[in-house]
Nanobody, 114 residues
Framework: HVQLVESGGGSVQAGGSLRLSCAVSGYTYNNYYMGWFRQDAGKGPEWVSTISGDGNITYYADAVKGRFTISRDNAKTTMYLQMNSLKSEDTALYYC????????WGQGTQVTVS
């Protein structure tokens, strides 16, 4: 049974930084793409970023390009999202997802930028 557990969210002032982590257990995930979505209250999920299984290929939504960096440590079965120059519009519940089709989601970690 695969489990994704996000951590690292919190409250930060605009211009600040946060680093989200997603720990994966119960699954050999090294060959699989992973990614991040976010969802603000009253809105639908928004794709943020995707990373290939080996970490060499990354994709970003235009809204976060140049400010966010996705990475992974396969030895630790953990994925990260470094978020810099945060803006109020980055406020959302951030989810990590497994696979290109985002078949499995974590429980989310809240990011609030004021």
């Amino acid at each position: 049974h695969v489990q994704l557990v996000e951590s690292g969210g919190g409250s930060v002032q605009a211009g600040g930084s946060l680093r989200l982590s997603c720990a994966v257990s119960g699954y050999t995930y090294n060959n699989y793409y992973m990614g991040w979505f976010r969802q603000d209250a009253g809105k639908g999920p928004e794709w943020v970023s995707t990373i290939s299984g080996d970490g060499n290929i990354t994709y970003y939504a235009d809204a976060v390009k140049g400010r966010f960096t996705i990475s992974r440590d396969n030895a630790k079965t953990t994925m990260y999202l470094q978020m810099n120059s945060l803006k109020s519009e980055d406020t959302a519940l951030y989810y990590c997802v497994l696979g290109v089709s985002a078949s499995t989601w974590g429980q989310g970690t809240q990011v609030t930028v004021s």
